[in-house]
């Protein structure tokens, strides 16, 4: 799931992960930066409407691992760090922090005089409190892992907050990245019964006002934030599941900001008017989209199916038809081009008449001529489950149903609505095949996607892959600083996804966001176009909505 805070390395859960890296692109055109030239001083003011596919789920970040819940928690929390517009750590709460010679202890100077949004001082006993919470085993969180890795957390002093561990933890330092949350609202409260997951309190540069589930959650500026107040003073959130909906609220002024579907990118906005009211980008996304199987299910347990099933779709179609050439096949789970990735892994080009040779291997025959495999009496047929309101996954769902069908395979698909497709299929492990999506972090440790410890419900290995070796490597890969030696457990890694395939890596797609003209301050960077929101601003003359 595209995610619009890029005030990243919040989340490495769902949506997630993908480990990507960057670099920004900009329109063909010269028009992303038109507009933003001589207009005075920023002026505080106005509102950014935002249009979002889905709802958000919870607004605690400990209980979330969606896209929508991320991009307000992102908005509303802080962490102790946080990535620059460069993807270089830079300090958020914490003013600046010390590594010890050996890497195995940070301690954290925190900045003094940040508030909660209820105005209560904020100290180094959240910090901890916020470790205690993530390594509660009565916290069903996605989260957990790297913090388990803590052998001590200590507070010093009211804005000194040290941890140490027992093995080096390369991404020790960006995990806490994590939001911090609130010891004094939430200390005795049983997790998942409280309050705040409707009406969140941070410290962070939006304060919530209100959430009408299925419908909006609006925010306003945090006077008191730490690096300042933000100049636009009000974000609201539009649910609208259905992108054609939503472009048509863009177009009619009910929205300041979406993500473009291709077809709307290339072929619904070039044209000198939406020009003069919209900013277009585009740059790789922080995201790649995938087929994954179950493995619980004894037709997925047959490497060889898995194979063929990758062999018989055919990745550049959907990249064509679907997303107009605003994407790249995906190989794995490192975009190509970063420094994890490896381009000699196995391949699966589209090849029918390959993906028809491993069914049969693997015992498939079309027995009763009605063209559907069967073996045993059974069917080589499946469901596949994806989320309303993502019209690319969709649309990649029925050419996948469709090519697939002409190996002889049957295939239904089915579009669930958000919220429930996450409770009642995903977190469960109540399907079949899912088309989804990672999204998330810049360092390659995706532990909690591919371990074998994650496959427990809500956990983040939900297609339940266990390999041994992989194990290893995983765990290698986190616990060196070594980027040679993080790089050689990592191809290994992903050799044996590409022989695996428990994934059929999809594409990479392209983000294409679209914002009104009014908006001046956007820096497009490697980190997108949103790590600078709270300094984006609307000159006095343009300002839409007051207050």
């Known amino acids: 799931m595209n995610?619009?805070?890029?005030?990243?390395?919040?989340?490495?859960?769902?949506l997630v992960l993908c480990c990507l890296w960057l670099v920004c692109g900009c329109d063909r055109r010269d028009d992303n930066l038109a507009g933003q030239g001589k207009t005075g001083p920023p002026t505080?003011?106005?509102?950014?409407?935002?249009?979002?596919?889905?709802?958000?789920?919870?607004?605690?970040?400990?209980?979330?691992?969606?896209?929508?819940?991320?991009?307000?928690?992102?908005?509303?929390?802080?962490?102790?760090?946080?990535?620059d517009k460069d993807l270089n750590i830079e300090g958020e709460l914490a003013e600046r922090w010390d590594i010890s010679p050996d890497n195995l202890t940070l301690t954290f100077h925190l900045r003094q005089g940040v508030r909660w949004h209820d105005g209560a001082p904020f100290t180094a006993e959240d910090v901890l409190f916020t470790y205690r919470l993530l390594v509660d085993p009565n916290t069903p969180t996605a989260y957990a892992e790297r913090y388990r890795q803590v052998a001590t957390a200590e507070v010093l002093d009211a804005?000194?907050?040290?941890?140490?561990?027992?093995?080096?933890?390369?991404?020790?330092?960006?995990?806490?990245?994590?939001?911090?949350?609130?010891?004094?609202?939430?200390?005795?409260?049983?997790?998942?019964?409280?309050?705040?997951?409707?009406?969140?309190?941070?410290?962070?540069p939006y304060r919530f006002v209100a959430w009408q589930r299925g419908e909006k959650i609006v925010l306003e500026a945090n006077p008191d934030y730490f690096e300042g107040p933000p100049y636009i003073q009000r974000v609201l959130y539009r649910v609208i599941p259905d992108p054609s909906t939503m472009f048509l609220e863009m177009q009619s002024g009910g929205l300041d900001y979406m993500g473009l579907t291709p077809l709307q990118y290339a072929m619904q906005t070039d044209t000198p008017a939406f020009r003069r009211r919209f900013r277009k980008y585009h740059y790789p996304a922080f995201a790649y989209t995938y087929l994954g199987y179950n493995l619980?299910?004894?037709i997925f347990q047959d490497k060889r199916v898995r194979q063929a099933l990758s062999f018989a779709i055919d990745k550049q179609e959907i990249i064509d038809g679907v997303l107009l050439g605003f994407g790249q096949v995906a190989r794995g789970p490192y975009k190509p081009g970063s420094w994890a990735h490896n381009p000699e892994v196995q391949q699966y080009p589209y090849d029918p008449q390959r993906a028809r040779t491993l069914l049969a291997e693997a015992g498939w025959q079309d027995s009763d001529g009605d063209g559907v495999l069967d073996r045993n009496g059974q069917p080589l047929a499946f469901t596949i489950v994806t989320n309303q309101g993502n019209d690319q996954r969709i649309k990649?769902?029925?050419i996948i149903q469709r090519r697939l069908s002409e190996v002889g395979v049957k295939v239904k698909l089915r579009v669930i609505e958000w919220a429930a497709f996450l409770k009642e299929f995903i977190n469960?492990?109540?399907?079949?095949?899912?088309?989804?999506?990672?999204?998330?972090?810049?360092?390659?440790?995706?532990y909690n996607v591919w371990h074998s410890s994650k496959t427990g419900p809500g956990e983040l290995n939900f297609i339940a892959f266990h390999n041994a070796e992989v194990d290893q490597l995983l765990e290698a890969g986190r616990r060196t600083f070594?980027?040679?030696?993080?790089?050689?457990?990592?191809?290994?890694?992903?050799?044996?996804l590409a022989e695996e395939q428990p994934y059929t890596f999809l594409y990479v797609p392209e983000s294409l966001p679209v914002v009104a003209a009014r908006f001046r301050g956007i820096e497009p960077a490697p980190a997108g176009i949103m790590h600078n929101f709270t300094r984006w601003y609307v000159p006095a003359e343009e300002q839409k909505y007051s207050r």
């Open 428 to 446: 469960p492990g109540n399907f079949d095949a899912t088309i989804l999506g990672w999204s998330g972090g810049i360092d390659p440790d995706v």
């Open 296 to 298: 619980r299910r004894p």
């Open 159 to 204: 804005h000194t907050f040290r941890v140490r561990y027992l093995k080096p933890l390369a991404t020790a330092l960006i995990s806490w990245a994590f939001p911090i949350h609130p010891r004094h609202l939430l200390e005795g409260v049983e997790i998942i019964k409280s309050p705040l997951a409707s009406h969140p309190v941070g410290t962070g």
């Open 3 to 14: 995610s619009l805070n890029n005030r990243i390395g919040l989340f490495a859960g769902l």
């Open 44 to 83: 505080a003011g106005d509102t950014l409407i935002i249009g979002s596919g889905a709802d958000a789920v919870t607004l605690l970040p400990v209980l979330a691992s969606d896209g929508t819940s991320g991009d307000i928690n992102g908005l509303v929390y802080d962490g102790l760090v946080r990535y």
């Open 482 to 496: 070594d980027q040679g030696e993080r790089k050689r457990a990592y191809d290994q890694f992903q050799e044996i």
């Open 396 to 398: 990649a769902g029925e």
